[in-house]
Each structure stands twice: as structure tokens, then as C-alpha cells.
């Protein structure tokens, strides 16, 4: 189980958390040895003061969930959130310009903020269920172009996220320098190994205490 958790970014992103559940997910992941919380970037510097002296990592999200935002206000987001203590950032891409096809649109956007995050790696969210399996592979070329650390499946906010036909398809369009998140519907033991057998090598749930118990997570996410 211990090996299982360092797949897992243990994740709070609803919009009324507050900042008492932020310090219990931080808890759990010390305890249970994830790889990472991941929160909004407002919260980013509470994760990090909770998180300091473990080996637990703070991911923030960046664009979220809409990934509508003005490409300045999300690199600006990912150097904020970097200067809290973010050790990794998942940003959300324009993605009614993917659906588009305005290739260069959502390539500047991508390249912007990878820019601006500099050393710390960058995982990129598609919302795949909104795309089309092209699209999705497109954005999976773009990204291994660009050097990305992460293609993402997903919010968890939209109609549906992550499965084993999608983290497979990623995972074999993406270069092998870049690897995939699986996210949205994680929520027991036996869908998280699968997912990793598909390809993901990093799952976001909020079920990451249930499953490492060998139950399954009540959250959406």
C-alpha cells in the first residue's frame, strides 16, 4: 500500500473547502505518505506551512476548473502559487479553443505558463470528456512538444473523467518523457490499479484514504 500512495496527489478542490478541512487532508497525507496534496492555489501556502518537514509535496492547481482565464492570470497564478511553496501545478487548458482548433492559441497558453513555472513541473489538464479522441491526441503531441512533465485527464468537475480507454490512449500518444494523470472517479483499490496499468503514473482523488482501506471513496472527485 505504501508503494500505491506515492501515486496518489490526495486532493481538495471544492469550492467551499474550508481551511480546517485543508489541514485534515494535509494530516492524512502525512500519515498515509502521498505524493502530494493537491488544492487551490489560495490554499497553497496553508498545505505547505501544514506540510513542512515531510516528504509530502503541495500541488496547485492553475485555471480552474474552467481553464477560460487570460493566459497573463494563469501564469501569474503558477508563479504565485510556486513562491506559497507549490512543488507542482496542473493547469487547465483553453478549452474551447482546443475544441476550435486553434492550435496556436492553446499552445501559447501552455507555453506561457510553463514558462513561468520554471524547474517545477507542470502537469496539463484537458477536460477529455468535452474533446474528441483527435483532439486529445493533438493536445498529447502538443504537450511532448512543449516538454511538459504530465498530461491530466481531467477536473473531476465536468460530466466524466478518467478511464482505462482514455489513460491508455494518453499514455501512447505522449513522448516518454511525459507521463499521465489519471483523474475524476478514482475512488476504490481495484479502478486505481487499473489505471496504473493503463499507463497513469500519478492518480488525483479525494478518495485516497478509502482506497488505501480497501474501500471506495464517497467524493465525486
Known amino acids: ?66 481553464g ?26 483553453p478549452i474551447g479553443q482546443a475544441r476550435a482548433g486553434h492550435w496556436e492559441q492553446v499552445r501559447s497558453d501552455v507555453a506561457a505558463v510553463l514558462q513561468a513555472c520554471g524547474q517545477v513541473p507542470l502537469k496539463v489538464i484537458f477536460e477529455a470528456c468535452l474533446l474528441g479522441r483527435e483532439e486529445i491526441v ?5 504537450c511532448t512538444e512543449l516538454g511538459v512533465a504530465f498530461v491530466k485527464t481531467s477536473t473531476g468537475f465536468a460530466a466524466a473523467g478518467a478511464s482505462v480507454d482514455l489513460v491508455r490512449l494518453m499514455a501512447t500518444s505522449v513522448g516518454a518523457d ?19 496499468a493503463a499507463g497513469a503514473s500519478r492518480l488525483g482523488t479525494s478518495s485516497g484514504v478509502a482506497i488505501l482501506q480497501g474501500e471506495r471513496g464517497a467524493g465525486d472527485y
Open 178 to 196: 511525459v507521463a499521465v494523470k489519471a483523474s475524476g472517479g478514482v475512488r476504490d483499490i481495484d479502478t486505481a490499479r487499473a489505471m496504473i
Open 68 to 93: 477560460a482565464m487570460a493566459t497573463a492570470a494563469k501564469a501569474f497564478e503558477a508563479q504565485t502559487a510556486i513562491a506559497d511553496g507549490a512543488a507542482e501545478i496542473d493547469m487547465v487548458i
Open 1 to 66: 500500500m505504501t508503494e500505491l500512495a506515492r501515486y496518489i496527489d490526495h486532493t481538495l478542490l471544492k469550492p467551499e473547502a474550508t481551511p480546517a478541512q485543508i489541514e485534515q487532508l494535509c494530516a492524512e497525507a502525512a500519515e498515509y505518505g502521498f505524493r502530494t496534496v493537491c488544492v487551490n492555489s489560495g490554499y497553497v501556502s496553508l498545505a505547505a506551512r501544514c506540510l513542512a518537514g515531510t516528504e509530502v509535496g503541495v500541488c496547485s492547481v492553475v485555471g480552474f476548473p474552467l
Open 138 to 142: 493533438t493536445l498529447c503531441q502538443l
